[in-house]
């Protein structure tokens, strides 16, 4: 079992940053890769970035790339540092864990419960 926890979001200017974390427990073999997704209202929750937990090697969703950055401590907590926010980075972001990195969502077994990020214009 893996329990996330999502924490960080909140309310900021266009061209402002947020950082997320994401504590992770359980067995620390169920999280070979983690990742963030993002889900607006109405839309489909969308890739953002992943990490193979072990080698800290990263992965980006086009949206985010080169504004996004995501990494992990050596123990259980991994980041997403957000620079430049735009409007459209409005969202849900969800913590994921699973086996293998992909960009959809279905193929993650655990998830956290999400923390909200509201950038205004």
């Known amino acids: 079992q893996v329990q996330l926890v999502e924490s960080g979001g909140g309310l900021v200017q266009a061209g402002g940053s947020l950082r997320l974390s994401c504590a992770a427990s359980g067995h620390t073999f169920s999280r070979d890769v983690m990742a963030w997704f993002r889900q607006a209202p109405g839309k489909e929750r969308e890739f953002v970035a992943a990490?193979?937990?072990?080698?800290?090697?990263a992965f980006y969703g086009d949206s985010v790339k080169g504004r996004f950055t995501i990494s992990r401590d050596t123990e259980n907590t991994m980041y997403l540092q957000m620079n430049s926010l735009k409007p459209e980075d409005t969202a849900a972001y969800y913590c994921a864990a699973g086996n293998l990195l992909t960009t959809t969502p279905t193929t993650y077994a655990y998830w956290g419960q999400g923390t909200q990020v509201t950038v205004s214009s």
């Open positions: 990490i193979r937990w072990s080698s800290g090697s």
